[in-house]
């Protein structure tokens, strides 16, 4: 029976020596696996963490091109009431002037846009009512010859007719026709 001891013993001690090395064969398996993995797990991390960054950064560029877009829009629109209070109180000032004042002025807009000839011009009622044929006298010296129309302009200024051809000079055209340079000078007080 001693003999068949030895052989059992040797039997248990090489079975458990295999079992050693099975096991330590499938720790360093394991530990492969798990560096393998490992990395993998790393470079998903950190592409996540790359994918995060660039979104982030996206919707950053997004947020602060969407504030430039409303910063400019801001200004732009504070430009364009700056201007519109401009003309509406420039408008005023004249529609308020004592009439010489008044019709100085208008003759002034008539010196820089009639044209030689023979023509009619019109006037609003308003103006018609303070108008003296003086005045009318006054126009033809200045440039042409223009007769009183018995039509009304649209509104305060004037209108000259010759022939088909019309030259609108009412104060609202005329503030029209500067609005483009009061946007420039607007834009040059008030750079971004």
């Known amino acids: 029976m001693a003999g068949l001891e030895l052989i059992t013993d040797r039997i248990i001690r090489d079975a ?22 490992g990395a993998e797990i790393e470079k998903v991390k950190a ?20 504030l430039r877009a409303k910063r400019r829009e801001a200004v732009l629109e504070a430009k364009n009431e700056a201007i519109e209070s401009i003309i509406a109180e420039a408008k005023k000032r004249i529609l308020s002037m004592p009439d010489d004042e008044y019709f100085d002025v208008l003759a002034s807009i ?27 006298k006054r126009l033809c010296k200045i440039k042409g010859n223009v007769v009183l129309s018995k039509e009304d302009a649209p509104s305060e200024g004037f209108i000259i007719r010759y022939g088909r051809v019309e030259e609108n000079c009412t104060i609202d055209a005329v503030f029209e ?16």
């Open 47 to 66: 592409r996540s963490n790359d994918d995060i960054e660039a979104a982030k950064k996206r919707e950053e560029e997004r947020f602060f091109a969407e």
């Open 177 to 192: 026709d500067k609005y483009n340079k009061l946007a420039d000078i607007a834009n040059m007080c008030c750079k971004e």
């Open 16 to 37: 458990e020596k295999k079992a050693e090395q099975i096991y330590k064969k499938a720790e360093d398996n394991i530990s492969d696996i798990q560096e393998e993995y």
């Open 110 to 136: 008539y010196a820089a846009c009639a044209e030689d000839g023979d023509g009619e011009i019109l006037f609003s009622k308003k103006d018609k009512s303070r108008i003296s044929e003086e005045f009318i």
